[in-house]
């Protein structure tokens, strides 16, 4: 899943590691490896500090010394213009890195999810009118002290609430292993986070009970101590439907990762205006996709695009996202 929009916002795959002596210990996974080959830069830890001082890259400079070690005068001779015309050197560096804490738990996410069978729809949305909308609210917000600045998300996350209401079984738990579907009334949102340690999703809980403003309030006071490392526990679990996206990154569409145990994810793409035809000419308009994943053992694909077709009718129409569901 993506950071919050603000609109916040989709793996990495490692080669298999070769298999080690276990005879002797291994270096520690945590440090950073030179590999042992003569691309690598050879020099006494006294010639590393000499060319540390002047910022000298020590991959540019040609070791005079035995097998090609860096000695001192080589580095008080390097020239770096010289160094530039000569074009760069190979780096052999080899850094091993060790999956641990957060990055660890997402990978096994990731391979949970990997043996869900997905169906991901993508669906155009002409976002123009509920722009207008956005921006004269937030307008209409600078002469009301303490007003929340609307993003997207929150006009996102009311018309789940109402497209929930319809089909419930998209609000659910699929606990595969015991054969059982877990179905909540109240709408437990996921807002996807970035952080310097990796994705989280901080929950905003019962979306169905907020209005538009604490909706949008909660959302940014929830991105924020997600990307501080302020979020408590019980923020951080929880949500029965979580929203991605990649923010002012973005993209023309993506293909959302489901979060086990839910069975169905809305991400949200990029916006932008593009001509559009509407019946006698073309015209700009605001217009976004959306990709949305179901778990497709427990979701049809007809009932997954009927309810897109929900979410699109919702957001296209934005007065539809003040009724009551």
Known sequence: MA?????????????????????????SPSKPQAADTSDAPRAAPSVRALAKEPGIDLRQVAGTGPEGRILREDVEKFDPVTARMAGP??????????VVG?????SQRMEEANRIP???IVEEIDATALEAL???LNNRAKAQPGAPKLTLLPFVARALVLAVADQPMMNAHHAADVGLIRRFGGVHIGIAAQTPKGLVVPVLRH???RGLNETATDITRLAEAARSGHAAREELSGSTIPITSLGTLGALATTPILNAPEVAIVGINRMATRPHWNGTGFEPRKMMNISCSFDHRI?????AAVFVQQLKELLETPALLFLEP
């Open 3 to 27: 950071p919050a929009e603000p609109p916040s916002p989709s793996p990495v795959h490692f080669a298999p590691e070769p298999a080690q002596d276990t005879s002797s210990t291994p270096p």
């Open 89 to 98: 050197r190979p780096n052999g560096l080899i850094e091993e890195i060790k």
């Open 102 to 106: 957060l990055r660890k738990r997402i």
């Open 118 to 120: 997905h169906i991901t």
């Open 134 to 136: 956005r921006q004269h």
């Open 207 to 209: 979306a169905e009970a």
């Open 299 to 303: 979701i049809d694909g007809w009932d």
